[in-house]
Structures are given as C-alpha cells and as structure tokens.
C-alpha cells in the first residue's frame, strides 16, 4: 500500500493551523482535576460511572465529533454507524482518558496488559541506541511506559507538536504534579538533535505519524477504502537519524486490559542519500497498511475526531492535488 505513482513526492500544504488544531479538543483542568480526585479517591468503578456522561455529552452536544467519528465508522465498520457505534468510540476514548489518571499515578497493578512483539522491542533495543516507534492517536500511549518499567525500567520519551506538549504538561499537573513527562517539542531548531540524544541514552522515542499541523509535507496514500493525506516528517526523521523503526500501539480492548503490540516497520540503519526517497515511500505504505490493520482489527480505538479523508487533519482550503 504505497503512494499513487502521480505523487512522486511530498506535497506541502499551505501554513495555516490543520482542522484539529483550530477545532481542539475540549479540556478544562478543573473539571480534570475533579475527575482525578473522584477517580483516585473512589475508585475505578465508580470514576468509570462518569464516562458514560462524557461520552454522551459528546454524543449530543459535539456534532464535529459526531459527524467524523460516523465518518470513519461507515469505513471501517463497512455499514452505516449508529448512535450506539458512535457512543462506543467515545466511550472508548474516554476509558483511554481516563486511565490515563491511574497509570500517571503508577496504578499498573489496576490493568491487564498483553504485549504482543516483545521480542521485536528487545531486538530493537539490544544493542543500547535505543528505539524509534510510530503510532498514532489509536488506544492509550500512556501504556509504553507501564511496558517501559517492567523490562529495567527503559526510558520512554514522546516527539510532538509544541501545542500539544504544553497540553500534556497541564494535564499532568492537573492529574499528579509530581509526574514529570519526557516530551520533545517539534518545531524547535534542536529537535532533531534532542530526538539523537534519547536514543544515544537507550530511550524508546515514540512519534505519532497521522496527523499534521497543516505546515509540513504531506503524502497521498490508500487508506480505509480512499486516499488520506499523510505527514512525511516523523519517517523522514528517522531516516536521517539512520535508525530502525518499530510501529507501536496501544489498543484498549474493554474493561481493564490492553494489548501493546511491536511490529517492525523499516530499518534506516544502512539508507544512503540516493535510495532515501523510495525508502520513506515504502516505510509510510508499511505504515499505513498496519494503522489500517488495526483500525480494522478494533475499530473503536482510533481517535481522530476530525474530517480526516478531505486533507488529513489539514482544512478544506489547504488541500493540495
């Protein structure tokens, strides 16, 4: 599954802010910090009381949330969504939230965790450079670090876009102020630098590969039944820091268990400039193909509530080609 042929190289989009930035999801730290205390005071059960009001919520008062959760449904799914299809994924994304609370506050005994790919991971891992892993906003990062502390302790770091990063620092000062997230602003001009020096340290360095700003190259490819727009810029990254590349994610399967998956997606170990292109291109189809894969296998856990399918996470205006 690999980029039209008419589309030999990336496509930048115009600078203005992508549809899920200007559109952000809601957040209020005090309503957060109620839910921490209620959560961590009186349980998972009860805390887990709340969800279905939020996903209701948002089931009722959030048309944009609707109208693109149906959107990837009816494609997924492969028939028309209903209101309950829909309640389930933001109920889904909910549980994911909310979890998110325990496993900052080092609740791990509370979760049923399966990996599958652990032998992929302590490959990639041996030989003490560390790891590049692409996911996407599918299921709970927050896992990878439960995974993380049970083998040694390994360091887990997260690239991402500086508006989201500041988000995240709220949140977790909101959920526990004393945690302390190892987060790599993008954008900076030592980046890519900071990214090296994780990996040089051993870390596992996670980026999320399906969504854009709306200012960086971007890449037509197949997708769920059409073609979406895709950022070129986490893959790029990893080829210019010549290292293999591992598609991670961390699916929410119902109640208290996940399942982190490990699967190898390219090795820039050995790229030279002239075949660097045609490498990116076929590590971004392999990537593609698994975030399909998944979306298929558990189809509630894709969290992109935003008109994907008409430019990617940029705006209407923006589309190119």
């Known amino acids: 599954m690999t980029a039209p042929p008419s589309q030999?190289?990336?496509?930048p989009v115009s600078h203005h802010r992508a549809e899920w930035l200007r559109h952000a999801e809601r957040s209020n730290m005090f309503w957060l910090r109620v839910m921490t205390w209620i959560s961590l005071r009186l349980g998972r059960s009860i805390g887990r009381l709340v969800?279905?009001?939020i996903a209701l919520y948002f089931l009722v008062f959030g048309p944009r949330a609707r109208r693109a959760s149906k959107a990837y449904l009816a494609r997924v799914l492969a028939q028309r969504p209903t209101w309950r299809h829909c309640y389930r994924h933001f109920f889904s994304f909910a549980s994911t939230i909310h979890d998110r609370v325990y496993l900052i506050n080092d609740r791990h005994d509370l979760f049923d965790v399966t990996v599958v790919g652990e032998d992929v991971m302590r490959d990639a891992l041996?030989?003490?450079r560390g790891v590049l892993l692409l996911g996407a906003h599918m299921g709970?990062?927050?896992v990878l670090r439960a995974v993380g502390r049970r083998h040694g302790g390994t360091r887990v770091a997260m690239v991402m876009y500086e508006e989201n990063a500041r988000k995240i620092n709220d949140a977790l000062a909101a959920i526990n102020p004393a945690a302390q997230a190892d987060i790599i602003p993008l954008g900076r001009v030592d980046s890519m630098l900071a990214v090296r020096d994780r990996l040089a340290e051993g870390a596992m360095v996670g980026m999320l590969g399906d969504r854009t700003p709306g200012d960086e190259p971007t890449r037509p490819v197949a997708f769920l039944g059409d073609v979406a727009r895709?950022?070129?810029?986490?893959?790029r990254m990893?080829?210019?820091?010549?290292r293999p590349v591992l598609f991670m994610t961390g699916l929410y399967l119902?109640?208290?268990?996940?399942?982190v998956h490990f699967e190898r997606l390219a090795d820039f170990s050995t790229v030279t400039a002239e075949g660097r292109g045609k490498r990116i291109d076929d590590a971004l189809g392999a990537y593609v193909a698994r975030l399909e894969h998944h979306c298929r296998r558990a189809p509630y856990n894709w969290f992109n509530f935003h008109d994907f399918w008409s430019g990617s996470g940029s705006s209407d205006d923006n589309k190119t080609g």
């Open 8 to 11: 030999p190289a990336a496509e």
């Open 51 to 53: 969800l279905h009001l």
């Open 126 to 128: 041996r030989d003490g």
């Open 140 to 142: 709970s990062f927050e």
């Open 230 to 235: 895709f950022p070129t810029g986490p893959i």
């Open 238 to 242: 990893a080829a210019m820091l010549r």
């Open 254 to 259: 119902g109640g208290n268990r996940y399942e």
